[in-house]
């Protein structure tokens, strides 16, 4: 059994993934589940909260925008900031941060106050989730790395699941203030299994050789940047329209609020399934499985435009949308770690930049739509989206052959292994 004050020995291909290190995969997922939660959480509750505000649903909306920002320039900036500090460390007090923004907006009585609660919130979100992916391959044996990123980011996806829907249900119950101080409190327990499962992770062996990230352009390959505008895009798209995904089912197909909760949880369970199936099929051939939920994710839209005023039709979209775009962020994930294997910690940081950057600009984009020409312009607009980052990731260049590097191993190690190419 793994000391608990030392990281795992996971390291050779043949080791074993013990089970005091599949619990700590499974802390490290709960904590993504929750920043993710926190983040999307004013999709589920945006017309109360917006009236408990005395502001317009699309400002509400822009909630998501400031997080959304915060977590971009958090991300990619943290694992070059860190040094030799503990990683366990980072994520436990992460964890804290997000709870204190988390806690403010139950304090906020209008939208200034919210902004100072989703900048905090997104300071926390960016640093949990931009140093997940790399800390779960560390936690594991290099064979388990694969499904180790799965479950780490399928917080994401089970925020929609459980996260989004039952914070919509008690905000409908008790208040939205109620369920953003449950996240609060939430948050906290969740620092302390962060202290008590994770081993010290001190700054991996590949990220201290080259000095800490000094050597940031070699992250910039042609299976990174296309990876990276393929993402942005998609996200953009997505983000526009989930946002506003409860007015959308309000005034297009005029169901109502129990109605809605039972279509954003057949998004999640579809979107938790969309995770797994995606990270298998990523392992595999990451690229290739990108460019499949793109085109599913425009499918979706598109479905939901037509044919979206029926209900059952209005459900399949729901349901095709989650399972498309719930798998994004793992495949999103292995592309990018397969691209700059020697620099994961700093590659999953600048991808979870750009994609919480897309988050914040699909946010602002789809706020200022709606606004300004409504509902269904909205929905044309992100499905032609959506199409144009699957033609990005047909098109645009491709990897580069693959080369021997000091790859980032389990425990802060590094191991010797070819970079394998991202389709």
């Known amino acids: 059994m793994t000391s608990p004050a030392s990281p795992p020995a996971a390291d050779t291909d043949t080791a074993r993934t013990t089970l005091r290190q599949w619990v700590a995969i499974a802390v490290l997922s709960l904590s993504t589940f929750l920043v993710v939660t926190s983040e999307m959480l004013p999709v589920g509750v945006l017309t109360p909260m917006a009236d408990g505000l005395g502001v317009s649903s699309g400002t509400a909306g822009f909630s998501l925008t400031i997080t959304g920002l915060v977590a971009a320039v958090t991300a990619p900036v943290v694992p070059r900031i860190l040094g030799p500090l503990d990683r366990r460390?980072?994520?436990?007090?992460?964890m804290l941060v997000l709870a204190a923004g988390n806690a403010l907006t139950v304090l906020a009585q209008g939208f200034a106050l919210l902004v100072v609660a989703r900048v905090i919130l997104g300071i926390g979100m960016?640093?949990?989730?931009?140093l997940a992916s790399a800390v779960a391959i560390r936690l594991v044996a290099p064979r388990n790395a694969a499904l180790a990123v799965?479950?780490?980011?399928?917080?994401?996806?089970?925020?929609?699941?459980?996260?989004?829907?039952l914070g919509t249900v008690i905000g409908d119950a008790f208040g939205w203030r109620a369920a953003f101080g449950t996240l609060a409190a939430v948050s906290v327990v969740l620092a302390a299994g962060l202290l008590a499962t994770l081993p010290r992770l001190p700054r991996p062996a590949a990220a201290a050789a080259d000095g800490g990230g000094a050597g940031g352009r070699s992250l910039l390959t042609p299976a990174v940047l296309t990876g990276l505008a393929v993402i942005a895009s998609l996200v953009t798209a997505h983000f526009a329209a989930y946002t506003y995904v409860r007015p959308v089912l309000e005034e297009y197909t005029g169901i109502g609020p129990a109605a809605i909760a039972f279509l954003l949880l057949v998004y999640g369970v579809f979107g938790l399934a969309g995770n797994f199936a995606a990270g298998a099929l990523a392992a595999r051939r990451a690229r290739a499985t990108v460019l499949v939920l793109a085109g599913g994710i425009g499918a979706a839209l598109v479905l939901l435009v037509l044919l979206g005023a029926v209900t059952v039709f209005a459900g399949l979209a729901i349901a095709l949308w989650g399972l498309t775009y719930g798998g994004l962020s793992v495949a999103g994930q292995i592309w990018m770690t397969r691209a700059a294997p020697h620099r994961v910690e700093h590659v999953t940081g600048l991808y979870v930049g750009v994609f919480t950057a897309a988050i914040a600009l699909g946010a602002f984009l789809g706020g200022t739509v709606v606004e300004a020409t409504g509902i269904i312009v909205l929905l044309w607009s992100t499905a032609a989206l959506s199409f144009a980052s699957l033609a990005i990731g047909l098109f645009g260049p491709g990897p580069a052959a693959p080369r021997p590097e000091r790859a980032e191993g389990?425990?802060?190690?590094?191991?010797?292994?070819?970079?394998?190419?991202?389709e």
């Open 150 to 165: 799965s479950f780490a980011v399928s917080g994401v996806a089970a925020a929609s699941v459980i996260g989004v829907p």
């Open 410 to 422: 389990p425990a802060g190690g590094a191991r010797q292994e070819a970079a394998s190419p991202a």
């Open 89 to 94: 460390t980072v994520l436990a007090v992460a």
């Open 126 to 130: 960016g640093t949990v989730w931009g």
